[in-house]
């Protein structure tokens, strides 16, 4: 009885993760470069800085570290300039972005969206580079057809 009770709580945990991410969009990087291209979602790039550095950044995307500390600060930004538009959020393997669009859909922003396999693929699929999708230098200008300023 004492294990049970020890192991409800984690389940409990696990049960509203889960659910969570069940609520979340997913897209591929193909379909989220058509889409923030056609301004349908605002595509934001979470990695760090020296990821950006390392591999270059989505000629359509924003970018916005997940781990500033002004990072919900800078989204709220963006949400604001497109209060309709869904946000999708990249990273290297979707790994992160799976688990913060869980977390800000539980934290009451559901318009966003998991945008699975990230920049260098996972066991998903291959990934935004690997599928040959243009990219940028970090510093370089966004691709002009994207209208959402970089906060």
Known sequence: MRILAKITPLFALVFMAFSAQAQVTQMT???AYAKALAGEIVLID??????????????VALQ????????VQKLL???DQ????????IC??????G???????????????????????SGVGPGYIARGLPLRAD?????PAVTTVQP
């Open 29 to 31: 990087p193909d379909q």
């Open 46 to 59: 979470i990695r760090t800085p020296e990821e950006w550095a390392e591999t270059g950044i989505s000629d």
């Open 64 to 71: 916005n570290n997940l781990y500033a500390p002004d990072f």
């Open 77 to 79: 930004a963006i949400r």
């Open 82 to 89: 497109n209060p309709a538009t869904p946000l999708a959020l």
């Open 92 to 97: 290297r393997s979707g790994s992160r972005s």
């Open 99 to 121: 688990n913060a669009t869980g977390q800000l859909y539980q934290a009451g922003l559901t318009n966003v969206i998991d945008v699975v396999e990230g920049m260098g693929g």
């Open 139 to 143: 510093g370089a200008p966004v691709n």
